[in-house]
């Protein structure tokens, strides 16, 4: 079967390796869809502070089980499911032992351990989640951001009524404001200074700006990972007002700090997803809160990886790309 491998930086190949069996308690899927994400970019620009070499990536991932190892119902062949890719074995944070997305030996498929960019992957059952049926494959592969932004969104409390703010309309940006929507937000008003992606925000039915108002939302989601994004979100912070941070700082910033204590503000981090939130992000787009036909831009086939990688890099031109298996 082919794969697709970033032997070291810089370098993206796509290689003919065995095809995986399932051992015990694993399904084999025939992977459909492959979304490249930031973090597969940053692993090819040799930017990804948490990798070593060789890195085969893949972790926004739907497919069909075709197999299933012993101690599985056959059936489950036929079955549409993605895969949650974190693995939390062992210890888990003392203070709430459901939070195994910061667990101390956190390891994420496609970084830390194999992904499943290729035509077949074979994982525990207990890592995936099965998706309805009339699921796209497509829509499968944007389970794994649209959980991210659940996450998020969940940890800032309930936002109904509230008026929230997104910096960054990338493919993050955009899944959170439309479940900051979906939890009945008063206003959504996303930034990014690129007019294509105001465009798509637009059509998503929010607000487009270039900046945000100052003293004007009760939450602010940076979804950049900047030293400018980071302190305009804590600019345009009311008083009381949370800050999600959601984005991914490569190095540590200023931020006015000042106004935290002053204005009372929260700032929270927030770190891939949970079991939960993968439910709520099947939830979302299954009943069509959350639409990812704008969000994504480009499809490319398994074997034209190196081209999908290139076109992804281009990041102002496109939002998701995705790779297909037919
Ligand atoms: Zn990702």
Same mark, same amino acid.
């Given at each position: 079967?082919?794969?697709?491998?970033?032997?070291?930086?810089?370098?993206?190949? %796509?290689?003919? &390796?065995?095809?995986?069996?399932?051992? *015990?308690?694993?399904?084999?899927?025939? /992977?459909? #869809?492959?979304? =490249?994400?930031?973090?597969?970019?940053?692993?090819?620009?040799?930017?990804?502070?948490?990798?070593?070499?060789?890195?085969?990536?893949?972790?926004?991932?739907?497919?069909?089980?075709?197999?299933?190892?012993?101690?599985?119902?056959?059936?489950?062949?036929?079955?549409?499911?993605?895969?949650?890719?974190?693995?939390?074995?062992?210890?888990?944070?003392?203070?709430?032992?459901?939070?195994?997305?910061?667990?101390?030996?956190?390891?994420?498929?496609?970084?830390?351990?194999?992904?499943?960019?290729?035509?077949?992957?074979?994982?525990?059952?207990?890592?995936?989640?099965?998706?309805?049926?009339?699921?796209?494959?497509?829509?499968?592969?944007?389970?794994?951001?649209?959980?991210?932004? %659940?996450?998020? &969104?969940?940890?800032?409390?309930?936002? *109904?009524?509230?008026?929230?703010?997104? /910096?960054? #309309?990338?493919? =993050?940006?955009?899944?959170?404001?439309?479940?900051?929507?979906?939890?009945?937000?008063?206003?959504?008003?996303?930034?990014?200074?690129?007019?294509?992606?105001?465009?798509?925000?637009?059509?998503?039915?929010?607000?487009?700006?270039?900046?945000?108002?100052?003293?004007?939302?009760?939450?602010?989601?940076?979804?950049?990972?900047?030293?400018?994004?980071?302190?305009?979100?804590?600019?345009?912070?009311?008083?009381?007002?949370?800050?999600?941070?959601?984005?991914?700082?490569?190095?540590?910033?200023?931020?006015?700090?000042?106004?935290?204590?002053?204005?009372?503000?929260?700032?929270?981090?927030?770190?891939?997803?949970?079991?939960?939130?993968?439910?709520?992000?099947?939830?979302?787009?299954?009943?069509?809160?959350?639409?990812?036909?704008?969000?994504?831009?480009?499809?490319?086939?398994?074997?034209? #990886?190196?081209?999908?990688?290139?076109?992804?890099?281009?990041?102002?031109?496109?939002?998701?790309?995705?790779?297909?298996?037919?």
């Amino acid at each position: 079967m082919k794969r697709v491998n970033i032997p070291q930086p810089h370098q993206l190949d %796509v290689v003919d &390796v065995p095809t995986p069996q399932p051992q *015990a308690h694993e399904v084999l899927l025939a /992977i459909k #869809a492959i979304g =490249i994400c930031g973090s597969d970019l940053h692993t090819l620009e040799g930017q990804h502070p948490f990798v070593s070499y060789p890195v085969y990536p893949g972790h926004e991932v739907s497919g069909e089980i075709i197999a299933v190892g012993d101690g599985l119902d056959l059936g489950l062949i036929g079955k549409k499911a993605v895969i949650e890719p974190s693995l939390a074995e062992g210890t888990r944070p003392k203070f709430e032992p459901g939070r195994y997305n910061i667990s101390s030996n956190l390891k994420v498929m496609g970084f830390q351990t194999e992904g499943a960019m290729a035509e077949y992957f074979a994982v525990p059952f207990e890592r995936i989640h099965l998706i309805p049926e009339r699921f796209s494959h497509e829509q499968g592969a944007m389970v794994e951001p649209t959980a991210v932004a %659940v996450h998020a &969104v969940r940890l800032a409390g309930n936002v *109904a009524g509230m008026d929230v703010a997104v /910096i960054g #309309a990338g493919t =993050i940006g955009l899944l959170v404001a439309q479940v900051a929507q979906a939890y009945g937000a008063m206003s959504v008003t996303v930034a990014d200074l690129d007019p294509n992606r105001r465009a798509v925000v637009e059509s998503l039915g929010m607000l487009a700006v270039e900046r945000l108002s100052p003293k004007s939302f009760d939450v602010v989601a940076e979804c950049v990972g900047a030293s400018l994004t980071l302190a305009s979100a804590i600019h345009a912070c009311r008083k009381g007002a949370t800050v999600l941070v959601v984005g991914v700082f490569g190095s540590d910033v200023m931020i006015p700090a000042g106004l935290i204590q002053d204005w009372e503000l929260r700032l929270l981090g927030s770190l891939m997803y949970v079991g939960d939130d993968y439910r709520e992000a099947i939830r979302l787009l299954h009943n069509g809160a959350v639409q990812t036909e704008r969000i994504i831009t480009h499809r490319f086939p398994l074997v034209h #990886a190196p081209l999908a990688f290139e076109t992804a890099l281009q990041r102002g031109a496109s939002l998701k790309v995705m790779l297909t298996n037919p």
